[in-house]
């Protein structure tokens, strides 16, 4: 699932693959983007934001896309089958000895580099920004404390908040806090919140497998998410899943009841499964 690591990994390979080079290819394959042929020009760049990448030429002008849910860049030699079907392919960029092919790509457009903020510059603090600062922390502690009354993991997942975390890490970073998805804000040290969320996506920036345990063995590298098989790694008890949020917005929840006691006074998450 793409989130905030995944996105960082694909711009780090499209900027090695591409960067400096001159496209003898560059197929767009979107009806309102085919007939723009990127052939002969130059990357020059490619800069992520959360889960937004932008692919920068040398004539001013930038490709956004994002990948969602099911997104992705592949990489290969020139001419080398490709490892997705040709219909679900969106984009075509190839040099003289690279080729990086866009499957099922989402939002894609061209805009003039210059105005990439206008994509983008709603979110919060990019977790993975490599000149995070001390101001970044303070407006990402701002933000997430603004609704205090709001679910902390609901809160993590808007990109509005902090522009990274997906369903994995929300999972992740609420057993780090030791807190229940369905806490309020109000309940979180929201400080601890933000440290927590940049340190998991940074140590995972450029890391082949999700590891938030540090441990080295196969199917223990994560505490909660996707982990009803088997016991808390803490403290061996069931971990459970049930969905939060509502509508298009819900989302499957893994959790340890133990660990991560429920709010006071509030009923148990519904739709469990173990």
């Not at 694909?10 to 591409?18: D, E, F, V, Y």
């Not at 505490?223 to 899943?241: A, D, N, S």
Request: aromatic share 6%.
């Amino acid at each position: 699932m793409p989130e905030g690591d995944t996105v960082f990994q694909a711009g780090h390979k499209l900027r090695q693959a591409l960067a400096g080079q001159v496209l003898v290819r560059g197929e767009l394959r979107h009806p309102r983007l085919s007939t723009h042929d990127l052939a002969g020009r130059t990357v020059v760049g490619v800069r992520t934001v959360g889960k937004h990448i932008f692919i920068r030429f040398d004539n001013g002008v930038s490709f956004h896309n994002h990948l969602l849910m099911d997104g992705g860049w592949h990489f290969g030699r020139p001419g080398a089958r490709w490892r997705s079907p040709a219909h679900q392919v969106r984009a075509v960029l190839t040099n003289s000895t690279a080729e990086a092919i866009g499957v099922r790509l989402h939002q894609m457009q061209l805009l003039a580099t210059d105005k990439e903020n206008v994509v983008v510059g709603h979110l919060g603090p990019d977790l993975l920004d490599p000149s995070w600062t001390d101001e970044h922390t303070r407006r990402a502690e701002q933000a997430l404390a603004a609704d205090p009354a709001r679910e902390i993991g609901i809160a993590l997942l808007d990109q509005r908040v902090m522009a990274g975390i997906g369903n994995v890490y929300k999972a992740e970073v609420c057993f780090l806090l030791g807190v229940s998805p369905w806490a309020p804000v109000s309940g979180v040290d929201v400080s601890r919140a933000v440290s927590i969320s940049r340190d998991v996506l940074t140590r995972n920036a450029l890391s082949p497998r999700r590891n938030t345990t540090g441990s080295a063995v196969r199917g223990r590298e994560l505490w909660v998410y996707e982990q009803t098989r088997r016991g808390c790694l803490k403290c061996g008890g069931r971990i459970k899943v049930a969905d939060q949020g509502s509508g298009l917005e819900v989302r499957r929840t893994w959790y340890c009841p133990a660990c991560q006691p429920p709010p006071q006074n509030s009923l148990p998450p519904t739709g469990h499964s173990t």
